[in-house]
Structures are given as C-alpha cells and as structure tokens.
C-alpha cells in the first residue's frame, strides 16, 4: 500500500505538469522512477503502460471540448506508434547498467530544450483549429517523438507539441488537444514494445496502478492550474527539475563527487534560477504591453 501511494503521487505531479503545459509526464514520472530506484527499462515501459489509461482519459475530454484535429492526430500519431515500438525494442535490448545512463541523457536533453524553450522563446499564440501542415512533415516528426519517448522515457510532448507551437499555425489548444490524443496510439505501441522484449514479470502492479490513479485524480486540478500559472514560468519550473534530477543521475553513473558535483549542482540550479527570472520578467512585460492588434485581440478571446 505505501508503495501504491508513493508511485501515485509520482503520477498525479507528473500529470499536474502534462495537463498545464500539454507535455512532460513521461519525461518527470520517468526522472521520479529513476530517483526512486526502479531500472530504467521498467520505468518506462511503467510509465507509457500507465499512459495507456491516462491518455484515453485525456483524449476524450479533449475531444468533449472540442480541442482535436482528427487529421492531425492519425498523420502525428500513426508514425509516431512505429516509432515508440521500435524505441521500446531498443530499450528492453539494453543492459541496465547501460540504459540508466543513456535515458537519463535524454532526459536531460529534453530537460534543457524545456527550460530554454519556455523561458526564452515561449510559444507564439494562433487560432486556426485546423492543422495546415501535411505528411511531410508531421510523419517524420511523429516517427522521432515516438521513438524519443519510448527510448528514453518521455518525450513525445516536448518534441512534438513544441515544434507544432512554433509553427505558430494552429490554435494552442487544438496542438495540445491533438498530441494528448495521439498520445494514446504510441503508449498503446511502445506498452506492447516493451511487453515482448520484457515480458510481465518485471512490471509491478504497484507502479503502473499508482502511476494511473494519480494522474487521473490529477487531472481535473491540472485544468485549474493552467488557468493561474503561465506555461512559461510552470515550464521553466519543471524544466530544472528535470535538468537537476537526471544530472545527478549522470554524475553518479561517470563517479563524479565531492568539488566536481557540487560546482556542476550550483550551476545548473544557477541557470535554473535565471531561467525562471527571465520567464517572469518577460510574462511581466508582455501582461503590461495594450492588446491593440486584431490578430492578438482575437487570440485573448480564444
């Protein structure tokens, strides 16, 4: 039971990140596992089979509201489950020894690319609830995002939501809605990735059912949080968290402590504290600037 709660409380902080930034519960649940002490194989194929319910409750709420291009999600989606198998088997083939070093780079990767992402160059704002992009490029770019998240435990929010937002051609919600949704095909492929190359003895119940429970019961508050939190102030938040968590990872994996560690651990919670400043000094300025044009006035009532 004590194990139940703690993995649930994993799950429903992991997905008070996803639901207000429309990313990251793959990648923070994955980081918290890894702290936690579960290999990293397990950790993901947890995670993704967890995601499997998590996703599907998700979509439909998106679909009830009205936030999913169904184009969108088959032509992301669909490579994106090929993707996520062909990560999942690539994963499982790997040693523990080997696999916790190599996630935990990718984790910080995307850890970095969040932070910088939504602290120096938030996300433009559009209306269109449609997607305009085609097969060219929403394929190749489902393909990586799948075998990104699959791979190295999360990643197919930050790949893919932020690349359809710096389009700047769809409407935020319609990005979000549309990638949740998505979603569910490639934790559906990576859980049965993961399953072969794994088999079932080596998940345990108590993770994935805590994983589950608390990011079901999280997501009705993420709802609010969004509306009180700014995405770029919340991302630059997370992103440090996930910077500073699989950091440590990486300096335990090369044997690196004492001055070393502890000169890397107050840089990187330098850059994180700076990255959050200018998250808030830009929301500042921009809350101050007049909506005057017609484009921006129409992106307020959206």
Known sequence: MRTLIVFALVGFGAQLVDGALGMAYGVTSTSLLLIAGVNPATASASVHLAEVGTTLAAGASHWRFGNVDWKLVLRLGVPGAIGAFLGATVL?????????PYMSGVLLALGVYILARFSIRPPKV??????????????????VAGFVDASGG?????????ALLTAGRTAPRTVIGSVDTSEFLV????????????????????TIGGLLIGGVLAAPLAAWLVTKIPAPILGTAVGGIIVLTNTRTILRALDISGWASTTTYLFVVGIWVAA???????????????????????AGRE
């Open 126 to 143: 559009a209306t269109a609830r449609t997607s305009p992009h085609g097969a060219k490029f929403l394929s190749p770019l489902g393909f």
């Open 154 to 162: 999360g990643g197919w929010g930050p790949v893919a939501t932020p």
């Open 92 to 100: 499982s083939a790997l040693a523990t020894d080997e696999a916790a």
């Open 187 to 206: 934790a559906v492929a990576a859980s049965i990735g993961f399953l072969i190359g794994l088999g079932t003895a080596v998940l345990d119940p108590a």
């Open 276 to 298: 959050v400043a200018i998250a808030v000094s830009k929301f500042r300025n921009a809350d101050r600037e007049p909506v005057g044009e017609p484009e921006l006035a129409e």
